[in-house]
């Protein structure tokens, strides 16, 4: 059975700094991708950034430079590094992991955590 927990989400106010982390059991980062989405209120899922098998990463336009996801394959943990935070970046944020298919589009992915909130104030 594959889980996924998210934590480190919060308030935070607009420039400031937040770690979300994704602690994934019953499959390896090693021979799976792991992605961020969010959604807003009345919005669709979005992609956000997803750490693929092999250490590369592909980031949505409006994050590049600011956020940066990474991995602890001793944990098999899986963190996204928020910077420069933004009022337009306030969502649910969600973990999610897939063995294949395109790694941007949430219908790809089979596991999703339950969501950690995250809201920049301005």
């Known amino acids: 059975q594959v889980q996924l927990v998210e934590s480190g989400g919060g308030l935070v106010q607009a420039g400031g700094s937040l770690r979300l982390s994704c602690a994934v059991s019953g499959r390896t980062l090693s021979s799976s991708n792991t992605a961020w989405f969010r959604q807003a209120p009345g919005t669709e899922r979005e992609f956000v950034a997803t750490?693929?098998?092999?250490?590369?990463?592909v980031y949505a336009d409006s994050v590049k430079g600011r956020f940066t996801i990474n991995r602890d394959n001793a944990k098999n943990t899986v963190h996204l590094q928020m910077n420069s935070l933004k009022p337009e970046d306030t969502a649910v944020y969600y973990c999610a992991s897939t063995r294949g298919g395109n790694v941007t589009t949430a219908y790809h992915y089979d596991y999703w955590g339950q969501g950690t909130q995250v809201t920049v104030s301005s």
């Open positions: 750490l693929i098998w092999s250490g590369n990463t």
